[in-house]
Structures are given as C-alpha cells and as structure tokens.
C-alpha cells in the first residue's frame, strides 16, 4: 500500500497459484502438467500530483467489470504439458503445449460515462482531473513445440542430431477511450478547449514458426557443430470497430477495419550454426575454440 507525497493511494494486491504434476506413464515416457494463474490488482495505478486520485486506474487482469465478462477469460494465466518419450538408448523425443492467457484492464476511477461530468481536464500546470483514458487489451498465446536428440556414429565420427520444430502464435486485442466527450484543456477551470478522439483500436496476430537441425561431431580430440534454423514469421490485422463520437458524430463517425495483410510478405530466414573445439594434448587441458551464429531478429506485432 503506497501513499505518494500528495496522499493519493497506489495500492497494489499480487495474487498467484501455480500446480505442477510430473508422472512416469510408463518406463519409457514420462510427462510434466504446469498450471499457473496470477492477478495483479492496483487500486490507484499512476498516483501522483499530476494524476490526483480520480484520475487514476484501477487494474486488473480478470475481469471485475461487467463491461469486460465476455472479454477475459477465468482460464489460468499459463499452462503447459510436456511428454518425452524414449524409443531407444539411441533417440529420445519431447513434445510441449503451452498456452498463455495474458492481459489486463485499466479503469479510470472518476468514472467512464458519457456526459460532461466524466470529461477529463487537463489544467495548464499539467494537472488532470476528473477521470481519465479507459482502456483494456487481450494477449493470449498458443504454443506448440518438438525436439529430439539421435546418437549414432559413421566410420571414428560419433554424432548427436538434435532437431525440433515450433509453431507460436501470439494475438492482441487492445482498446482505449476516452469517457466524457473526450478531453477539456483548462485555464483555471474555463474549458478554452476541448479535444474529441475517436476509439482507440488496435487487433492483429503474429505467427512464428521455425524448423532446426543441429549435428555435433566428435572425432578425437576435435568437436564440430554444424547446425541450420529456418524461421517464417507474418502477421496480419483484425477487423475492429471504432464508435462514433457521442457528441460530434458528424466530425467523428463510427468507423470500422476489416483487416487482413500488413502490406507486406513473410519474414523468412536461415540462420547457420558452426562452432569448432579442439583440446590439445593428451590430457586435454587446453581448448581452442572458434564459431560462427547469425540471429534473425523477432518481428514486432505492433
């Protein structure tokens, strides 16, 4: 429970509960159930003398408010299962789903009617007063993932193939208003101006997927990787729907966007792994080491 120098209240209340089940389903296969839920809930986010205390948020990440029932899920925060299976001494594979139901809102506390009596203002010091932005946004993930390990060995070379393969998609619905007929800017009290803004609406996915192999040889005193990733990554709009304004429709008008293609094609990449070890001597206490990575960068949903 915070207090800031101008007596607003910033209170915050963290609330988790997490399960985990490991189970040996045979000799071979063995099995691991993650479940985790938290909540984070600030009474009075963003408390300070700029932001008196009806200017503030209340946050949450389940909903609390009727408006948003429909919107957030009771679903845990995050789950996971991971089975492995060994086929042999040689091979062994891990499969993993996971699932993240994240988001949270932010309610302003002086209330999100229509009226004038739930404008914000802005005073010239900087001040706000009476309410402020509602807004929200929605950001589940899904996650799906396979790997495995193969030991074998050709002619005095013995390898360790590991391979795998994802697929993650990551979604967000976001929104934002603001109550009232938008935003008065005062001097000392006298509105001289007021700003209307249309919703703010923001709704796409983001899909990653990416194969790898990646092979390390051993022969004497030298071990080579030799590893590949390839990665395809795209994202695409959702539709989404903006109100009119509640006071100048004519100005600012319901509007709404069907969504689809950013504009522009897949990011699709190769990446190549090489490393090089060798230990000199018989008893091997030094090693030379030289290798060679290139990383492609993760595209950005916004």
Known sequence: ????????????????????????????NSATLFVSDNDKVKI?????P???QETTWDQGGKASDPRLFSLFSDR??????????????????????????????????????????NTALESLDGVWHNTFIDAYTLRPQDQYKADGSYFFSTGNLNHELKFGAN??????KSF??????????????YAYLTGIYSDGVLNYDVKYKNLYAQD????????????????VQSGTQLPGVSEASPILPELMPAFSAAGGSPGFKDWKNLSP??????ALGAEKKTLLRASYSRFADQLSGA
Do not use: C
């Open 50 to 52: 700029t932001r008196p």
């Open 176 to 189: 934002s208003r603001w109550p009232g007929w938008g935003i008065d800017y005062t001097n000392g009290g």
């Open 167 to 172: 697929y993650r998609k990551a979604t967000v």
């Open 1 to 28: 429970d915070l207090l800031t120098v101008s007596d607003f209240q910033d209170n915050t209340t963290l609330k988790t509960w997490n399960l985990k089940l490991n189970g040996q389903v045979a000799a071979s």
């Open 44 to 48: 009075g986010r963003n408390a300070s």
């Open 216 to 231: 390390t040889l051993t022969s004497g005193n030298l071990t080579v990787n030799l590893g590949l990733r390839y990665d």
């Open 273 to 278: 792994r090489l490393g090089l070890t060798y």
């Open 76 to 117: 845990p925060t995050i789950a996971k299962l991971e089975d492995t299976h060994i086929f042999g001494a040689n091979f062994f594979l891990t499969g993993m789903y996971s699932e993240s139901d994240g988001g949270f809102f932010l309610t302003p506390e002086g209330g999100i009617g229509a009226d004038h009596v």
